[in-house]
């Protein structure tokens, strides 16, 4: 599976922006995908995520902000990003778990299998 993101950039605190992220992958339906994060000098973080029935989940310091959503027909994930904030600054990576357990923690890196490049978002205030 590979994953591609799109969509960082620059944005003023309070803006909005759409990260994107195609993957390869005749199941993508199946698949649980997943957001994290990595602000400089500080260690890589849980945002969001969505299982393949639609469940979500969201890291408090994002819930009411972001929204995770996928569209299956195009093989694609999206974060949808509100009220932006300065501390929202880091890059942003898309991740892919294939098997997914009933005790699966969408929060934990572990449980991911296949990871994107990453794209950049920097908040300025």
């Known amino acids: 599976v590979q994953l591609q993101a799109s969509g960082g950039g620059l944005v003023q605190a309070g803006g909005s922006l759409r990260l994107s992220c195609t993957a390869s992958?005749?199941?993508?339906?199946?698949?649980?995908l997943g957001w994290f994060r990595q602000a400089p000098g500080k260690e890589q973080e849980f945002v969001a995520a969505i299982r393949s029935g639609g469940s979500t989940y969201y890291a408090d310091s994002v819930k009411g902000r972001f929204t995770i959503s996928r569209d299956n027909a195009k093989n694609t994930v999206y974060l949808e990003m509100n009220s932006l904030k300065p501390e929202d600054t880091a890059v942003y990576f898309c991740?892919?778990?294939?098997?997914?357990?009933?005790?699966?923690?969408?929060?934990?890196?572990?449980?991911?299998?296949?990871w994107g490049q990453g794209t950049l978002v920097t908040v300025s205030s």
């Open positions: 991740a892919v778990g294939v098997s997914v357990r009933s005790a699966w923690n969408a929060r934990g890196a572990y449980e991911y299998d296949y």
């Open positions: 992958g005749r199941t993508f339906s199946s698949y649980a």
